[in-house]
């Protein structure tokens, strides 16, 4: 396998997911130095000019200017793969288009999270659904989705127990960033003082994509882990992180210790050598006020993987209850980064055609 820099593009690069893509694909190993696009009121503008995160843009890419992009002009680019940071309803077409035209695409966007020939994917949990994927051939590309931002982190920090706790029921309630609702976001005079307890669409959003991806691939489709599920979810006024109360209702009665020892031995990309995969996946937290968003929600070593681990603490077992929080990165663990994560799991496992018809 030839070991060049793949070409790549971002969609929606100057957006808030887009410049996630940009700081992590900046100087990837396997994936060369990304075209930025954007929409009307991005192009030709500096990327340093639109640049919303806290640290400074990529040296290398802050002069670059961002510019239109239709499927047929990318792939005639020689563009092989492209991370999607667009906005769903808008982006299902425009992906799907990109397929067709021999271009691979690694989405956040919800548009085909739940088609059922496609991978919903978190790697550590269900890399097996690549399965749902063709064999590779050129002309044709991929398409690869990851979930809801809130759904990213529960399902990490769920996968370890399914199998130890044979759950019967699932409680889940989400504080969730600002920065979860994109930019400008949430107005202030909305938040300030104020916690929101609606977010369109995004309680069925947890619910159907948990199910799924805690699924197994059967005969070549997704049997979901059929487990009664109540989520509550509510905007609160942190910048970054998703900060979700768990209760597990559970068949079986293993001792704490087990339970403990499961999250701490789980590391199912061990070995895969991913860039942005984080060793390990789950942080546990001993003391009795973690995680907090503010302290933890750039968890994740190597210095790649910052934002890819899920934080878990204040683990209660009284049985048949577990109750515990999890912290995760909205839009690292819940959006870019596990986006990138995809994009390498895929190439590492061969799913990703070769340019040329």
């Known amino acids: 396998m030839s070991r060049d820099p793949i070409p790549t593009a971002i969609l929606g690069a100057g957006g808030y997911i887009g410049q ?3 700081r992590l694909l900046a100087d990837h190993p396997r994936f060369a130095s990304p075209l ?3 929409g009307e009121r991005s192009e030709g503008r500096r990327l340093e000019e639109l640049w919303q995160l806290a640290e400074a843009p990529p040296a290398a890419l802050a002069s670059e200017r961002l510019r239109r992009g239709t499927p047929a002009g990318l ?3 020689g563009v092989r793969v492209v991370f999607s940071a667009l906005p769903s309803g808008t982006a299902g077409a425009f992906e799907s288009e990109l397929v067709r035209r ?3 695409v690694f989405s956040n966007a919800s548009d085909h999270r739940m088609d059922a020939g496609l991978p919903l994917l978190v790697p550590e949990v269900n890399a097996a659904h690549l399965g749902l994927l063709p064999r590779p051939r050129p002309g044709r590309g991929i398409l690869v989705t990851n979930p809801n931002c809130s759904a990213a982190g529960l399902v990490v920090a769920l996968a370890p127990l399914v199998p130890l706790l044979r759950p019967t029921a699932l409680h889940v309630a989400t504080y969730q ?7 400008p976001g ?4 909305a938040i300030t003082d104020n916690v929101v307890p609606f977010i369109r669409e995004e309680e069925e959003k947890v619910e159907q994509e948990t199910s799924r991806m805690l699924g197994r691939l059967v005969a070549g489709r997704i049997r979901p882990l059929r487990l009664p599920t109540v ?3 509510a ?3 942190t910048r970054e992180g998703h900060l979700e109360a768990v209760t597990v209702e559970t068949r079986r009665r293993p001792t704490l210790s087990e339970i403990l020892g499961a999250w701490r031995s789980f590391d199912p990309l061990a070995g895969r050598e991913l860039p942005t995969a984080p060793h390990p996946p789950v942080v546990l937290r001993a003391e009795p006020d973690r995680p907090q968003p503010l302290r933890d929600r750039w968890a994740g070593e190597p210095a790649r993987a910052r934002g890819m681990a899920v934080v878990v603490g204040r683990v209660r077992w009284s049985p048949p209850y577990l109750r515990f929080f999890v912290l995760s990165h909205n839009a690292v663990r819940g959006g870019a980064g596990g986006s990138v994560l995809n994009a390498e799991l895929a190439l590492h496992e061969g799913r990703i055609p070769s340019g040329g018809a």
């Open 75 to 77: 792939a005639r680019s």
């Open 186 to 189: 949430v107005p202030s005079l």
């Open 235 to 237: 905007r609160v006024g």
């Open 102 to 104: 021999g271009v691979s």
């Open 36 to 38: 930025l696009v954007g």
């Open 231 to 233: 989520v509550h979810c």
């Open 177 to 183: 960033a600002l920065s979860g609702a994109g930019y």
């Open 20 to 22: 996630h893509f940009v």
